[in-house]
């Protein structure tokens, strides 16, 4: 039969019983003849998972990812179910594997990226039609509870810029305050991505450590490339960080370490959780000045979109759902427009007070005329314009919802000109669709007249 690799290969069935290996001979022989190759090798799942991280995964995904998913197949994918012949591997297998880690201790998230880095190994055997469906997309797990993110207010971001004032990479943390860039981005950011005469920042490479080193990376996705207006505070800032800044000839760094080198990613982590603690600060994930941006950005009335593209996300989605977060006083600002478009004012209503037959008071608030039926013609004891009974005649009334006059509205909403010409506008336009119809149903009855 034909293999994958091109080659043909004397293929062998086993089985407990004749016809057990004949319907696996014939299984064997219909696949041949609609075209589908088979393997060229009995793979074990160690075996294919480290062709799969050295031919697929180096060369095509970001270092990080690589490290990400290196780590987690040396050391618990192959030994777990590394012996495991590929075609053999079940959806029971796979379960109890992930099982056992959880009942272990580990955390359902860590569960949740072992299944992560096994599926995509496993759909792209599918691809190489060494299997013919991927177990791991069937396993259930249970669902990982995200911890809420309170990110920062505006005046939290200001008492941090202020405690961050004097401090040598200031202008690094203005840029993740305000344009809510990524750790990579800010100290992967070079002077040619710094427009001084346009007044343009140009976001393109990251700097990151991955596979024990420090090394400039592609951002995270295509849409992390992007070209941002350079605010003139961060102008100043960054043209007087560039005057004091260690000169080398190494790089073209905006910042750098104390001896004209790269920052270290964790050393920018804690030197801004170190801030945080000296001014006592909330402390929040250097991470999360990302979210607080998104947030404040909603706040303040900017289109998603736009908050989209200024964080570089790919999808609007991950804006609105994982980055802007409520807050305490937009649900507050809601909540009062919300008031004051439902609730009456006080100054409509006039109460009166009256005691029940038993002795004990009540209030009872009497509903001022509706400002729309005085226009149209209406007494207290109306409940449609006088202008609809010129069509009660055609005995649809009772019949046709459409016939209907509009329903004048009861909701005592705020007294003012505004209310008052939607409502009339309303109305109006509800008095023509019946006039239209009205016209329409005459012309038809004269017409069977003649």
């Known amino acids: 039969m034909l293999t994958t690799s091109g080659t043909t290969k004397r293929v062998r069935v086993y089985g407990a019983t004749r016809a057990e290996v004949h319907i696996k001979l014939t299984e064997a022989k219909a696949k041949s003849q609609q075209g589908i190759p088979t393997a060229d090798k009995n793979w074990l799942l160690g075996d294919y998972l480290d062709y799969w991280l050295a031919e697929v995964v180096k060369p095509n995904r970001r270092p990080s990812t690589y490290e990400l998913y290196e780590v987690n197949v040396r050391l618990h994918l192959k030994p777990g179910l590394g012996h495991t012949p590929l075609k053999r591997l079940t959806v029971s297998m796979v379960q109890r594997f992930l099982n056992k880690h959880i009942t272990e ?105 991955a596979n024990g080193i420090l090394q400039f990376g592609p951002l995270k996705t295509q849409a992390g490339r992007r070209d941002l207006p350079l605010l003139a505070m961060v102008a100043n800032e960054l043209s007087e960080h560039r005057e004091r800044r260690v000169k080398t000839d190494d790089n073209d ?51 998603a979109r736009d908050a989209q593209l200024i964080l570089g996300h790919s999808n609007i989605a991950i804006t609105q759902q994982i980055y802007q977060h409520d807050t305490m006083d937009s649900r507050r600002e809601s909540l009062r427009l919300m008031e004051g478009a439902v609730l009456p004012l006080v100054h409509d209503n006039t109460s009166t007070e009256g005691v029940d037959g038993y002795g004990s008071r009540q209030l009872s608030r009497q509903t001022p005329k509706s400002t729309l039926a005085t226009l149209l013609g209406t007494n207290d004891h109306e409940k449609t314009p006088r202008l609809l009974g010129a069509f009660s005649w055609l005995g649809w009334r009772g019949s046709n919802p459409r016939m209907h006059g509009p329903k004048l509205s009861t909701s005592r909403l705020p007294r003012t000109w505004t209310n008052r010409i939607t409502e009339v506008d309303a109305a109006l336009q509800d008095l023509r669709r019946v006039s239209l119809l009205g016209s329409l149903a005459v012309s038809a009855a004269v017409k069977d007249l003649d």
């Open 105 to 209: 201790g580990h955390s359902v998230r860590k569960v949740q990226i072992l299944r992560e880095v096994l599926s995509p190994a496993l759909s792209r055997a599918m691809r190489e039609e060494l299997i013919t469906r991927n177990v791991a997309r069937l396993v259930e797990l249970p669902r990982h509870q995200v911890d809420d993110v309170k990110p920062w207010t505006p005046k939290e971001v200001t008492r941090f810029l202020e405690a961050a004032k004097e401090h040598k990479w200031y202008p690094a943390f203005l840029l993740a305050s305000i344009y809510g860039l990524r750790r990579g981005e800010v100290i992967g950011l070079r002077w040619q991505d710094v427009d001084f005469v346009h007044g343009e920042l140009h976001v393109r490479q990251q700097l990151l450590r």
């Open 253 to 303: 760094l905006v910042f750098t370490s104390s001896s004209g080198g790269p920052i270290e990613p964790y050393n920018f982590t804690r030197a801004f959780q170190t801030i945080c603690a000296r001014h006592k600060l909330r402390r929040i994930k250097l991470h999360h000045l990302r979210h607080a941006a998104a947030t404040n950005l909603k706040d303040l009335g900017v289109p």
